[in-house]
């Protein structure tokens, strides 16, 4: 099984950025191609960004793309979400997770979610 474990998320004011990370262990993470979501109390969630296994390929939400940009580092099995001029709807917990099928933006087409980092937005 793949743990992933997320931080980097705080509290920031309207107009900054953030870097959030995702961290893996348990499999070779380099097989797996990795997503972002968010989530907020009441709304399902979203599908925020994804990159391919050797991180060639990349696709965003129609919602953040142009502000957001997912990266990965396969030596150090860690997955990035940065996220830049942050505004108060992009508060929520953003969670990353293995991609089962590439492509999709579908979460239950994604395992091995990890417990999420809370990002919130002042304005």
């Known amino acids: 099984q793949v743990q992933l474990v997320e931080s980097g998320g705080g509290l920031v004011q309207a107009g900054g950025s953030l870097r959030l990370s995702c961290v893996a262990s348990?499999?070779?993470?380099?097989?797996?191609?990795m997503g972002w979501f968010r989530q907020t109390p009441g709304k399902e969630r979203e599908f925020v960004a994804a990159i391919s296994r050797s991180g060639d390929i990349k696709y965003y939400g129609n919602s953040v793309k142009g502000r957001f940009t997912i990266s990965r580092d396969n030596a150090k099995n860690t997955v990035y979400l940065e996220i830049y001029s942050l505004q108060p709807e992009d508060t929520a917990v953003y969670y990353c997770?293995?991609?089962?099928?590439?492509?999709?933006?579908?979460?239950?087409?994604?395992?091995?979610w990890g417990q999420g980092t809370q990002v919130t937005v002042s304005s």
């Open positions: 997770a293995v991609g089962a099928i590439f492509g999709s933006t579908t979460p239950s087409h994604f395992r091995s």
């Open positions: 348990g499999r070779t993470f380099s097989s797996y191609a």
